[in-house]
T-cell receptor
Framework: SQTIHQWPATLVQPVGSPLSLECTVEGTSNPNLYWYRQAAGRGLQLLFYSVGIGQISSEVPQNLSASRPQDRQFILSSKKLLLSDSGFYLC???????????????FGEGSWLTVV | GQNIDQPTEMTATEGAIVQINCTYQTSGFNGLFWYQQHAGEAPTFLSYNVLDGLEEKGRFSSFLSRSKGYSYLLLKELQMKDSASYLCAVDSNYQLIWGAGTKLIIKP
């Protein structure tokens, strides 16, 4: 079965510090990978998605970046965090071939980021 | 533009039935998803509808009307653990469009 993990689960970072969140998927190959952010009490905002190694699409211009160095690894980074970067970050994956369940998206456990 | 609307918050009683509505206006349609999200946790998949009609999974059912751009999630025999946010999402040309979610509060 497929699993997805992301870490760290919680972090408190000062303004201007760097960020690195990591996500890995097991049990599948060539997944589509996503980074979402969810502000308190709000919906999911797609930040980045990737259809393959080295292929990154950005949905929202900001001071965040993403990389996919390996097929099942997705990294979210920032060189200098802003207060507005605080939120709940979710990594997710889909497999574009599931006929019965559509393009169901599965999420990692999430990472709580507080910028102080 | 693409838009999904669902109520912000609903309250129901333990043991009762509740229906959470979702209306959508999207440029394409490849299916509609419902997810459950407990406070502080990641969303988990509940259901997927691509054809009109009702899909039943135990205490949860999801209905879709493509002509009306409308779906609902029906929760029966409510339990306290059903207190969560319920997210509606539409696959529009292989891009997921998310609603803001409905917070469901269950009272004893």
């Amino acid at each position: 079965s497929q699993t997805i993990h992301q870490w760290p689960a919680t972090l408190v970072q000062p303004v201007g510090s760097p960020l690195s969140l990591e996500c890995t998927v097991e049990g599948t190959s060539n997944p589509n990978l996503y980074w979402y952010r969810q502000a308190a009490g709000r919906g999911l905002q797609l930040l980045f998605y990737s259809v393959g190694i080295g292929q990154i699409s950005s949905e929202v211009p900001q001071n965040l970046s993403a990389s996919r160095p390996q097929d099942r690894q997705f990294i979210l980074s920032s060189k200098k965090l802003l207060l507005s970067d605080s939120g709940f970050y979710l990594c997710a994956w889909t497999y574009w071939g599931a006929q019965l369940s559509g393009n169901t998206i599965y999420f990692g456990e999430g990472s709580w980021l507080t910028v102080v | 533009g693409q838009n999904i609307d669902q109520p912000t918050e609903m309250t129901a009683t333990e043991g009762a039935i509740v229906q959470i509505n979702c209306t959508y206006q999207t440029s394409g349609f490849n299916g509609l998803f419902w997810y459950q999200q407990h406070a502080g946790e990641a969303p988990t998949f509940l259901s997927y509808n691509v054809l009109d009609g009702l899909e039943e999974k135990g205490r949860f059912s999801s209905f879709l009307s493509r002509s009306k751009g409308y779906s609902y999630l029906l929760l029966k025999e409510l339990q306290m653990k059903d207190s969560a946010s319920y997210l509606c999402a539409v696959d529009s040309n292989y891009q997921l469009i998310w609603g803001a979610g409905t917070k469901l509060i269950i009272k004893p």
